[in-house]
């Protein structure tokens, strides 16, 4: 057991504690960069150079510097830095930690994967310690994700860097069972990682929850927590948040509204956007493909993909949790031959996080929607990023290509582009994005959008996935603001539905109004753009890219080749080759009629065994005649004989059925009769005026008559009105049968 610490010992730490406050305080103030400049522009100090407080009481640059050990850091975070072997600083840490330890807001933009998540750990660290906060000071600082999964990250890497500090600190995030005992425990805490909606929730129901003495705010990925989506929540945490704080707000794509600045309180920002006169806005490492797919080829594609990198760590981003859920179950079904796996908002957070942990440790493919494409480090890099969807924006792009080529690795991503969203590449293209397009291989394509409806058929609940798939899909891009991109009257709905497996187009009520207020028909495939080129890129997509596939090389030479089309009406299989019909037919495509097929021909015999023509029953051939003509008398006596056959016949039923129902009749009055001791039928009349108002089963009674063959009298509740056509016996069965109905 390790020894109780004594009290000359914690005392003489707190002193060395004290005396490094000191110092760190006097070298961060004396050294202080000027406000407005980028320390990345000045040349590092050497790596042997001296750090710190010298002879004459001058202390070493930081601002600048390209080493952790050269910047006014405790020796706590120092000790956490050097276990996790960070030495080095990347540009956006180079560029803002200088400014962020002076105590100066903070807006931070750089790529995805440069070291941003260091670049607020340390200052919220390095500013709690300065200020000797313990428990009982209660909540020092912020920190805010907008996903659970990035959330968790962050607090993996401030428990790595922070673990010899005395710091508490604390993870909510919602999809968790625990709340009643994080609202025991939250005043306790000094940080909080958290999500905006478990954090509002805490202010709003946690008893004695205060933040008045909060000392420093992060936003994490800041562009995201401050759209409209978080707008409501973000604007009540800040209410409640004093206004003399610090603020860091870092993002791959930052902002520089003026509003979101206001709503923020931020004073005099550093704008630090190390990456803003890069040649490019994403990684140079990272190789980005745009290919041009038709909307009801997308799942060929993505399976052809699929199974020509089954060596890759893939990431395959899609619009919806539907389409997740739908491609994931529908795919597994197949066994391309990799681990299969789906990350999507509807999870709960358990499985989430096992998934997310799953897919950083084995190489597998991981169909998501956008809760992976903000921030998420995964520890072993990704292959590759195929987005099957067009993202809403540029910054969305760049959001997710971000998860592969981090750091100093490099990475491969590609973008599926439908006809009508060929603008996006115009945008992509001024904002610095190089992409390249590419022209895929057909002789590798595996297509599997004709055995979508096998699967449906053999898996009901599939069927109901494909189907919420379908309109989840259209309704993603029926609310995208960028009408330039995303038109959901161009697309081909039918075939995009067939591709799915799906018999019949599901009904889209928004789409159906949409139509009807512009009289514009949703089964219109596609508008060509008035722009020469983007008509010959629309013509290529049309002709060239009807079929294809990826290279198994993955080398660009390779990928861009022609791609053959692919008959319109038929498709292979992704199993033996073997041609396979598709799964309907469409009212735009015209049914091709094979005029060489074989056809059926009618074989007649005589009692010989000998072959006759089909009408040689009542065909005569004549000698000298090359045909047979019809002997037209034999003809007539021959449907004569078939009349006579058939009237002897009729009678004949008609006989046995007049005798089945005499039959049925007496047995019917024989019953009546053994019955009438028992019934007393006075008052009838009277209750036949009372119920007269209720309407009565009819009765029927058979005709005897052989003239009134086929039809029926008819005999109400007034049993006078036909007494005459019936005896008197059957008058009395009626009044007890309608007497027996009215007592029932």
């Given at each position: 057991m390790r020894r109780p610490k004594s009290k000359d010992f914690r005392k003489q730490q707190r002193v060395s504690e004290e005396n490094e406050i000191k110092l760190l305080d006097s070298w961060i103030q004396n050294q202080q960069p000027e406000s407005g400049s980028n320390p990345i522009s000045l040349p590092p100090?050497?790596?042997?150079?001296?750090?710190?407080?010298?002879?004459?009481?001058?202390?070493?640059?930081?601002?600048?510097?390209?080493?952790?050990?050269?910047?006014?850091?405790?020796?706590?975070?120092?000790?956490?830095?050097?276990?996790?072997?960070?030495?080095?600083?990347?540009?956006?840490?180079?560029?803002?930690?200088?400014?962020?330890?002076?105590?100066?807001?903070i807006l931070g933009a750089a790529k995805t994967g440069s070291g941003k998540t260091l670049a607020f750990i340390i200052p919220v660290l390095e500013k709690l310690h300065r200020e000797r906060w313990g428990p009982e000071d209660g909540v020092g600082s912020i920190i805010i994700s907008p996903t659970r999964e990035l959330a968790g990250q962050l607090f993996d890497v401030l428990k790595s860097i922070g673990k010899y500090h005395n710091i508490s600190a604390g993870l909510l995030i919602g999809g968790r069972k625990d709340v009643d005992m994080e609202k025991e425990r939250v005043n306790e805490l000094n940080i909080l990682i958290c999500t905006p909606g478990r954090l509002l929730q805490h202010m709003d129901e946690t008893p004695n929850f205060d933040c008045s003495q909060m000392q420093i705010l992060v936003l994490d990925e800041a562009d995201r927590i401050l759209d409209s989506g978080f707008k409501k929540e973000l604007n009540a945490i800040i209410s409640q948040l004093p206004k003399r704080r610090q603020t860091l707000l870092f993002s791959a794509t930052q902002t520089k509204s003026i509003q979101d600045l206001a709503r923020l309180s931020l004073k005099d920002p550093e704008y630090l956007s190390v990456h803003e006169e890069s040649v490019t806005a994403t990684p140079t490492l990272l190789k980005q493909i745009v290919m041009i797919v038709p909307?009801?080829?997308?799942?060929?594609?993505?399976?052809?993909?699929?199974?020509?990198?089954?060596?890759?760590?893939?990431?395959?981003?899609?619009?919806?949790?539907?389409?997740?859920?739908?491609?994931?179950e529908a795919f597994k079904k197949l066994h391309p031959g990799i681990p299969l796996k789906c990350l999507h908002g509807r999870m709960k957070q358990e499985r989430r996080m096992a998934i997310y942990s799953e897919f950083c440790e084995k190489r597998s493919v991981l169909f998501s929607t956008d809760v992976a494409a903000r921030g998420l480090d995964f520890n072993k890099a990704v292959d590759w990023v195929v987005q099957v969807d067009c993202p809403e924006n540029v910054a969305s792009y760049i959001h997710r290509v971000g998860r592969t080529a981090r750091y100093k690795s490099g990475g491969k991503s590609v973008l599926f582009l439908l006809p009508s969203e060929i603008q996006m590449l115009e945008k992509l293209?001024?904002?610095?994005?190089?992409?390249?397009?590419?022209?895929?291989?057909?002789?590798?394509?595996?297509?599997?959008?004709?055995?979508?409806?096998?699967?449906?058929?053999k898996y009901p609940d599939l069927k109901h996935w494909a189907q919420r798939a379908f309109v989840t899909y259209l309704k993603s891009i029926h609310i995208q603001k960028d009408k330039e991109i995303f038109d959901v009257m161009k697309l081909p709905i039918d075939e995009y539905s067939a591709s799915l497996g799906l018999p019949m187009t599901p009904k889209i009520r928004f789409l159906n109004q949409k139509i009807k207020s512009k009289a514009v028909s949703t089964?219109?495939?596609?508008?060509?753009?008035?722009?020469?080129?983007?008509?010959?890129?629309?013509?290529?997509?049309?002709?060239?890219?009807?079929?294809?596939?990826?290279?198994?090389?993955?080398?660009?030479?390779?990928?861009?080749?022609?791609?053959?089309?692919?008959?319109?009406?038929?498709?292979?299989?992704?199993?033996?080759?073997?041609?396979?019909?598709?799964?309907?037919?469409?009212?735009?495509?015209?049914?091709?009629?094979?005029?060489?097929?074989?056809?059926?021909?009618?074989?007649?015999?005589?009692?010989?065994?000998?072959?006759?023509?089909?009408?040689?029953?009542?065909?005569?051939?004549?000698?000298?005649?090359?045909?047979?003509?019809l002997d037209l008398e034999q003809k007539a006596e021959y449907y004569r004989r078939m009349r006579e056959d058939l009237k002897k016949a009729d009678k004949e039923d008609k006989l046995v059925e007049?005798?089945?129902?005499?039959?049925?009749?007496?047995?019917?009055?024989?019953?009546?009769?053994?019955?009438?001791?028992?019934?007393?039928?006075?008052?009838?009349?009277?209750?036949?005026?009372?119920?007269?108002?209720?309407?009565?089963?009819?009765?029927?009674?058979d005709s005897d008559s052989d003239n009134d063959e086929g039809k029926r009298n008819e005999i109400t509740g007034n049993a006078g009105a036909s007494a005459g056509s019936i005896t008197l016996e059957e008058q009395e069965a009626l009044a007890l049968k309608l007497l027996n109905s009215m007592h029932s």
């Open positions: 100090l050497p790596k042997n150079a001296p750090v710190g407080r010298f002879d004459d009481n001058s202390f070493s640059r930081y601002a600048g510097v390209a080493r952790f050990e050269q910047l006014p850091l405790s020796k706590k975070t120092k000790d956490g830095l050097r276990e996790v072997k960070f030495v080095t600083m990347t540009d956006i840490q180079r560029a803002s930690l200088p400014h962020a330890l002076c105590g100066r807001d909307l009801d080829q997308k799942l060929d594609m993505l399976w052809s993909f699929i199974k020509t990198h089954l060596q890759s760590k893939t990431l395959v981003f899609l619009s919806s949790c539907k389409q997740v859920k739908f491609v994931f293209k001024a904002a610095k994005v190089p992409v390249h397009f590419n022209k895929p291989r057909k002789e590798l394509v595996q297509p599997v959008s004709g055995l979508m409806a096998s699967l449906l058929v089964k219109s495939i596609l508008v060509e753009p008035e722009d020469s080129n983007m008509e010959k890129v629309l013509e290529v997509s049309r002709k060239k890219l009807d079929t294809t596939v990826f290279n198994n090389e993955e080398t660009e030479n390779d990928l861009l080749q022609a791609a053959d089309t692919s008959t319109e009406g038929e498709m292979k299989s992704s199993e033996n080759g073997e041609i396979i019909p598709a799964t309907r037919v469409l009212k735009k495509k015209k049914l091709k009629i094979n005029v060489h097929r074989p056809l059926g021909t009618r074989v007649v015999f005589d009692d010989e065994g000998n072959t006759l023509p089909p009408l040689a029953r009542i065909a005569e051939t004549q000698s000298g005649q090359e045909t047979s003509l007049r005798q089945r129902r005499r039959e049925k009749r007496i047995k019917q009055k024989m019953k009546l009769k053994a019955g009438d001791d028992q019934v007393d039928i006075s008052g009838s009349e009277e209750d036949e005026t009372v119920d007269r108002r209720h309407k009565k089963r009819k009765v029927y009674f």
